[in-house]
Nanobody
Framework: QVQLVESGGGLVQAGGSLRLSCAAS????????MGWFRQAPGKEREFVAA????????YYVDSVKGRFTISRDNAKNTVYLQMNSLKPEDTAVYYC?????????????????WGQGTQVTVSS
């Protein structure tokens, strides 16, 4: 069992930056693949970024490539999402997710554990 708690959301102007954190409790965090998703009002939850258990491989949706960076610190049981050059269309509730496995995963259905989400609002 893994519990996830996101933090770091807030209000930022377009072009600004935020760093989201997701703290995990429970055993064997190092064995979990992690992902970030987001959900805007009236839209389905969508994939943003994923990282393997080792941190060696990452994967991004095209719309955030070159602006967002996912990373993890297994010693701290934490995964991060550094978001730069933010745009109003990045406004959403951001969720982190976890699942056991050696790869990286980009679908909602792939993940077993979810955090409660953190709001990111980008003003124009």
């Amino acid at each position: 069992q893994v519990q996830l708690v996101e933090s770091g959301g807030g209000l930022v102007q377009a072009g600004g930056s935020l760093r989201l954190s997701c703290a995990a409790s429970g055993r064997s965090f190092y064995s979990y693949a992690m992902g970030w998703f987001r959900q805007a009002p009236g839209k389905e939850r969508e994939f943003v970024a994923a990282i393997t258990w080792s941190g060696e491989k990452t994967y991004y949706v095209d719309s955030v490539k070159g602006r967002f960076t996912i990373s993890r610190d297994n010693a701290k049981n934490t995964v991060y999402l550094q978001m730069n050059s933010l745009k109003p269309e990045d406004t959403a509730v951001y969720y982190c997710a976890a699942r056991s496995g050696a790869g990286y995963y980009s679908t909602v259905e792939s993940y077993d554990y979810w955090g409660q989400g953190t709001q990111v609002t980008v003003s124009s």
